[in-house]
């Protein structure tokens, strides 16, 4: 069965810090691996990984996929207040707008 | 360019009832998704249309249905409630024709089931 599990489920740091969340998937057919940021209602996009090894950046932001160990890592630097949301992780099937979601990692950050 | 739109944003039903939610994709998009958000479960796929067509489908119950209209717009229906139908029923739109196709989440309907 597919699955996707993130971790940690939950994170709490201080406004400056660096944060690593970690994803990993057994998804059939899988295409891809996106991360999406949920604030309150509609989850927004952040990153869609299709090569391992290559890294993704926007802003403080950055993610990185390894096909081969299927795993994914988004690293959050120099956090801000604005970043606390739940960040959640998908993957993405062939020929299909299907995606496999984990539970999310919630992120507090507090000034 | 207007955002997927959800309506209603808040329902509240009593088991036994039949509900209608509605959504409409961004212009120029022709694949719609459907998913349950749960606090235990997380997002689940429910339900893929693209072109009026079910493209792909999730494991839920027969209760769960769906449906996209010409203009691309879309309508899911539960019948006969369940209290663990509550849930924040979130749709998704895509150009659906690329092998890279990134999701664009409306705000979802938060159903309460009483």
């Known amino acids: 069965e597919d699955k996707v599990v993130q971790s940690p489920l939950s994170l709490v740091v201080h406004e400056g810090d660096t944060v690593t969340l970690n994803c990993s998937y057994e998804v059939t057919n899988f295409r891809s691996l996106l991360w999406y940021k949920q604030e309150k209602k509609a989850p927004t996009f952040l990153f869609m990984l299709t090569s391992s090894g290559i890294e993704k950046k926007s802003g403080r932001l950055s993610s990185i996929l390894d096909k081969k160990e299927l795993f994914s890592i988004l690293n959050i630097t120099a956090t801000q207040t604005g970043d606390s949301a739940i960040y959640l992780c998908?993957?993405?099937?062939?020929?299909?707008?299907?995606?496999?979601f984990g539970t999310g990692t919630r992120l507090q950050v507090f000034p | 360019k207007a955002g997927v739109t959800q309506t209603p944003r808040y329902l509240i039903k009593t088991r036994g009832q039949q509900v209608t939610l509605s959504c409409s994709p961004i212009s120029g998009h022709r694949s719609v998704s459907w998913y349950q958000q749960t606090p235990g479960q997380g997002l689940q796929f429910l339900f893929e249309?693209?072109?009026?067509?079910?493209?792909n489908k999730g494991n839920f119950p027969g209760r769960f249905s769906g449906r996209q209209f010409s203009n691309s717009r879309s309508e899911m229906n539960v019948s006969t409630l369940e209290l663990g139908d509550s849930a924040l029923y979130l749709c998704?739109?895509?150009?659906?024709?690329?092998?890279?196709?990134?999701?664009?989440f409306g705000s979802g309907t938060q159903l309460s089931v009483l």
């Open positions: 249309y693209f072109s009026e067509t079910q493209r």
């Open positions: 998908a993957g993405g099937v062939y020929n299909t707008d299907k995606l496999i």
């Open positions: 998704a739109s895509s150009v659906g024709t690329g092998p890279n196709e990134k999701l664009f």
